[in-house]
């Protein structure tokens, strides 16, 4: 919007606004944290501010980050300016909790929602970060750090950045396991195997060494619903999924004789209990308890094999003719 050569959707980045812009030293531009600047005072400079013309740009421009952290008379401070604004002025305000932010500033502002960035875009954009940084890093690395960064590009790269930073070698799945807290592939495939053979030992004796080890039980339990979701979707048919190659190839193998019945059950019981976990403050017992409720209950089975397979059993059942009398006579 401040273009030497806009206004349009693309900044030329060549012309000297853009350039101040980029380099964050642009006069008319001014970047507030509404969660460091919460008060009445804040805003009331802001709107003095805004009085004063532009001293290069098209417009002043002020971008109020978080503002849903603002105080219930800074946003009424803010109102009236909102309601008529001078003619050079723009004001854009950004949140990631809309429902904190009034109606009355809502219905007043141009509204844009922001969708996450797909997995395979984050990869690709670390990926030509970690090759100008000349940062060694192994591609399934890359996607471990894309799905935590659960769309956000920011996270992502900071993620990047600290792994890194710790690491002169070439980064591998292991290393970012390590330095982002997240429990190891192999642990969790072992995991995955026991509770499927309802194996209870071996089960509690992992979730007994996780826990030893300090790691965070809600995440161990996040990567479980997620596992098991992928499980279920691919025993449905659905390949498309944001996954290292090896991981996709493990999670098919192991669901090969587990009916999707199951997977659904196993799913559901999950998600059904992860509030108990967010309350508990036994998280570990918490785990084990539903754990051992997902291995205990019966095996479900697919139901149209059954269909088929007592059909192949029994053989077609004979149907006899009987005429309209016969059978009046029958159900009299």
Do not use: W
């Not at 826990?211 to 048919?237: C, H, P, W």
């Not at 095996?299 to 309209?324: E, F, K, W």
């Amino acid at each position: 919007i401040n273009c030497e050569k806009g206004l349009s959707s693309t900044p030329c980045n060549s012309c000297k606004v853009c350039e101040d812009i980029t380099a964050s030293r642009a006069v008319d531009v001014f970047e507030i944290d509404a969660a460091s600047h919460t008060g009445v005072d804040n805003i009331r400079d802001l709107i003095e501010n805004s009085r004063y013309a532009p001293g290069i740009a098209r417009f002043k421009t002020f971008i109020i980050d978080e503002v849903h952290m603002l105080s219930r008379s800074a946003f009424n401070a803010l109102l009236k300016t909102l309601e008529e604004p001078p003619d050079h002025v723009v004001f854009i305000m950004a949140t990631t909790e809309l429902a904190k932010v009034p109606v009355t500033v809502l219905s007043r502002c141009q509204r844009y929602d922001f969708r996450r960035i797909p997995v395979e875009q984050i990869v690709s954009h670390l990926r030509s970060v970690a090759e100008r940084e000349r940062i060694r890093v192994t591609d399934d690395a890359l996607m471990i750090i894309a799905i935590q960064a659960d769309g956000s590009m920011r996270d992502a790269q900071g993620m990047l950045e600290h792994v890194s930073a710790a690491s002169t070698e070439m980064i591998d799945v292991e290393a970012v396991e390590k330095m982002l807290g997240l429990v190891e592939r192999s642990t969790m495939h072992d995991l995955l195997t026991s509770v499927i053979a309802r194996d209870v030992a071996i089960v509690l004796d992992m979730i007994g060494r996780v826990y030893q080890y300090g790691q965070d039980l809600n995440l161990l339990y996040r990567t479980l619903i997620e596992s098991f979701r992928n499980m279920m979707v691919l025993k449905a048919g659905y390949t498309n999924l944001a996954l290292p190659r090896e991981e996709k190839e493990f999670l098919t193998e192991i669901i090969r004789d587990l009916p999707f019945e199951e997977l659904h059950r196993i799913v559901s019981v999950l998600i059904r209990s992860e509030e108990d976990l967010k309350f508990s403050s036994l998280p570990k017992v918490t785990i084990e308890t539903v754990l051992l409720r997902v291995m205990s209950a019966p095996r479900l089975v697919d139901l149209q094999q059954i269909i088929q397979t007592a059909a192949s059993r029994q053989g077609p059942v004979p149907i006899r003719q009987s005429s309209q009398a016969s059978l009046a006579e029958k159900y009299k």
